[in-house]
């Protein structure tokens, strides 16, 4: 699988692609489109290929055609009335006979094509010369991913999931963090990282820096623990120590809060200050690293593994000054660190892989309320302390938890522990994810073996170096590569989304007057953000933010260290509220790697996406509507479509929490149609069936009446739903932020059962549907 089509972000020429069986099909496919709104700004290119057939004709017609008897029509010589290869001689017709001939082949030539469209017309597919066909790179490539792992054994009418799903396997070299397609898309980015860099440091001299930081970790060799010391230094700067016990009796949540804001290692949650209506917010969230630590957790957690995994680092790491410990002390020590480290893990991450996310808005004065039996005195004394603003932070001021058990969660986990264990546990962490810069030798330790190095050093050099040029390096992608043309089709491609949801709210019948405005107004209010603002790309603006970073030195490990102070000291400094906040918006935008999810902000109305999800294969320049709306545009109408579900009618355009935002009898109707899948155990349509019914419109629309194949036997109505569903694939046994139920939507979609011809009644097909808008 490694040089399989899903690697499409690397360089280099692409092998031909390989011919595939056809798709299982019963006959016609419906794909009714309708007036064009979105249009493709690179539109692929078409053809109307008259000199085959589909792969999509049944067996009868296939025969029908093919027979080549007397009385059969030979579809290659278009002679009617002869086998194949045999030709008839018209010596010593008379003038009148001819003509007599020539008037009856001519009726019966008629009569046949009426028969033909007539038989076509009932339940079979156009013929290839009325349908398009997409010749690009992009619908091979396509066309390639979406048939290489399909399980041709199952019928798709009778569970589609496991037909596209259940032969997916992620890349044996990095299955330990690539649980779904979309997790392969960061990684797959990462193969252009450094030409990304390349690139940049040509148009922006300032990209030198991090292009110089990230050459030097690829190349980085074993220092023989040379460095380490200045590693270990700056972890004693940070409040942080391993495996040597902590410095100090200091606060816990205090050293959470001064990780994240000063030094910008978050290890259980992220803090990110914001303005709103001239007032300061402070908005927190489970860490985005901790997916990326549970996998690593999962990896080495049986007790054998984990000893092994732990005794590692500590040979590596302990001081002459560590006092000895017996051996049954330490056994006991590395068993009590792994049952600690799997809870937390567990419990951080629940927040980030639930369904249905439960936000909080509250005032600062009033969050001891969300972390008992830490009071709001205390957060207010530790945020004051850490995180420097004018006007200081007040206890009017505004605070968003992404979920409210966030803090309560952080603060039963605080108070479960000693703080010596939870020292030596942050410190554990701290290692495990930054260690490596110290001593290049130890990425062995963090991988296992000498080949996962070789494959995951890329990943971590990456990681360090956009996490450390965030700004800088999300300009760069922009602001190269002809990104533009990409940003305005991504843009129109959600304002078509919107336009169509906003259509399909005003068509719901169930809806009053004041739902159908209220319900648009939220809907309108939702925000895409993926790049940073036109102010940031320039040199002159990112060399003004950059300048205090090192522009010399010898190696990755003295880059670094170098990098965080600077960080250290600029977040120390006063921020005003009046102050620019075009930097800070740029630097808490969805993060690359690890891997985060678009997510809706119930409470801001934003839905942040993370710039390696407009790569292949959710997003292709130049590919089709199918393409974009079965990918990365269904991936916005899932997410977007959060503001009407359970959690966001509770919430007004404006942030302000409400019971609901319908009247009493339209909530009561609301209520009808979100349960309409109580029979199957599911307790929601959202957000798969209105973000189907949404993407799917919109790609209706947007082909103005030209259905165009990505392959021969693959329709726009097959490519939505399969390149839909191959995008929600999931190892069993794994959680995923992004895991949309690939069944729930088909069995609930006429079009897909058009489009594959279902029978009713089938598992895939049931007699009962359910729909949001109707």
């Known amino acids: 699988m490694a040089n399989g089509p899903d690697r499409l972000p690397a360089a280099g020429p692409l092998d031909a692609p390989q011919q595939h069986p056809p798709l299982p099909t019963r006959g016609r496919l419906s794909d009714a489109t309708a007036a064009s709104g979105f249009k493709r700004s690179a539109g692929a290119e078409m053809r109307s290929p008259t000199s085959r057939r589909s792969f999509l004709m049944s067996a009868k017609e296939t025969s029908w055609i093919s027979r080549g008897r007397k009385g059969t029509m030979d579809m290659s010589s278009g002679s009617y009335g002869h086998p194949t290869g045999r030709t008839s001689s018209k010596a010593g017709l008379t003038p009148g006979k001819k003509k007599a001939i020539a008037g009856v082949a001519c009726l ?117 623990g040379a460095y380490l010391p200045q590693f270990l230094a700056l972890m004693r700067e940070m409040g942080l120590s391993w495996p040597e016990p902590p410095l100090a009796d200091a606060d816990p949540l205090g050293l959470l809060v001064a990780l994240s804001y000063r030094w910008q290692v978050h290890l259980w949650f992220e803090i990110r200050v914001l303005t709103r209506r001239g007032e300061w917010l402070l908005a927190f969230s489970p860490a985005p690293s901790l997916p990326f630590l549970m996998n690593q957790y999962e ?124 020292f030596s546990l942050f410190g554990w962490t701290f290692v495990q994810m930054f260690v490596p810069i110290g001593e290049p030798r130890m990425l062995l330790r963090r991988f296992g073996a000498r080949h996962k190095v070789e494959v995951y050093r890329s990943q971590f050099c990456s990681f360090h170096t956009e996490s450390t040029y965030r700004a800088l390096v999300l300009s760069l992608e922009v602001a190269i590569d002809d990104k533009e043309k990409d940003r305005e089709v991504i843009a129109a491609g959600f304002e078509k989304l919107v336009s169509t949801a906003l259509k399909k709210v005003e068509g719901a019948s169930w809806l009053d007057d004041d739902g159908k405005r209220v319900a648009s107004e939220k809907l309108r209010s939702v925000k895409m953000r993926a790049w940073p603002e036109e102010q940031l790309l320039n040199n002159e603006a990112l060399e003004e933010i950059y300048k205090e970073y090192p522009s010399t030195g010898q190696l990755f490990v003295e880059l670094w ?54 790569y292949p294969p959710l997003y292709y320049s130049g590919g089709t509507n199918s393409m974009f709306f079965g990918g990365l545009g269904y991936l916005l109408a899932y997410n977007f479509v959060r503001a009407l579900d359970k959690e966001g009618v509770r919430w007004l355009p404006s942030g302000t929490e409400v019971e609901c935002i319908f009247s009493e009898e339209t909530r009561k109707a609301y209520q009808e149609r979100d349960s309409c899948l109580s029979s199957y155990g599911l307790a929601s ?90």
């Open 685 to 774: 349509v959202f957000p798969e069936l209105p973000a189907t019914e949404i993407a799917y419109a919109a790609m209706e629309d947007s082909d103005s009446g030209n259905a165009v194949y990505i392959a021969e036997d693959i329709s726009p109505s097959k490519a939505f739903f399969m390149t839909m569903c191959y995008m929600s694939c999931t190892i069993r046994g794994f959680q995923s932020a992004f895991t949309a139920d690939c069944n729930k939507i088909v069995r609930n979609s006429a079009a897909f059962a058009s489009a594959f011809d279902c029978p009713t009644g089938s598992k895939m097909n049931p007699h009962k549907k359910c729909n949001f808008f109707g």
């Open 108 to 224: 019966a030539t008629v009569l046949l094509l009426a028969a033909l469209i007539a038989f076509l017309w009932g339940g079979h597919t156009p013929s290839l010369a009325e349908t398009k066909h997409c010749d690009t790179l992009p619908c091979r490539l396509h066309t390639q991913l979406l048939t290489k792992y399909l399980n041709r054994s199952i019928d798709p009418c009778q569970d589609f999931s496991a037909f596209v799903c259940s032969s997916w396997l992620p890349p044996t070299n990095r299955r330990e963090h690539v649980k779904t397609p979309v997790d392969d898309m960061a990684f797959s980015r990462l193969a252009i990282f450094r030409e990304l860099l390349i690139k940049g440091a040509l148009k922006f001299p300032v990209a030198a820096k991090a292009l110089d930081m990230y050459k030097y970790c690829m190349n980085a060799e074993d220092h023989g």
């Open 299 to 422: 990896a080495v957690k049986d007790r054998r593994s984990y000893a092994v995994y732990w005794m590692g680092y500590y040979r590596d790491l302990h001081l002459n000054t560590t006092a000895p410990v017996d051996d049954a002390s330490l056994q006991a020590t590395i068993e009590e660190m792994r049952n600690m480290e799997g809870t937390v893990l567990i419990q951080l991450c629940g927040m980030i892989f639930t369904v249905m996310r439960t936000p909080a808005a509250l005032r600062l004065a009033d969050i001891g309320n969300h972390s008992e039996p830490i009071t709001a005195d205390t957060w207010m004394n530790l945020l004051r302390e850490n995180v420097a603003l004018s006007p200081e932070l007040a206890a009017t001021d505004n605070v968003i938890l992404s979920d409210e058990n966030l803090l309560k969660t952080v603060s039963g986990l605080l108070g479960d522990y000693q703080r010596p264990r939870l």
């Open 561 to 614: 260290i170098q990098a965080r102070r600077v960080m250290h000291r600029a977040s120390g400094r006063v921020r005003s509220i009046n102050d620019s906040q075009v930097y800070w918006d740029a630097v808490k935008l969805a993060s690359n790697f690890p891997p985060s999810y678009p997510r809706l902000d119930y409470v801001l109305d934003t839905l942040d996406v993370p710039t390696y999800m407009v």
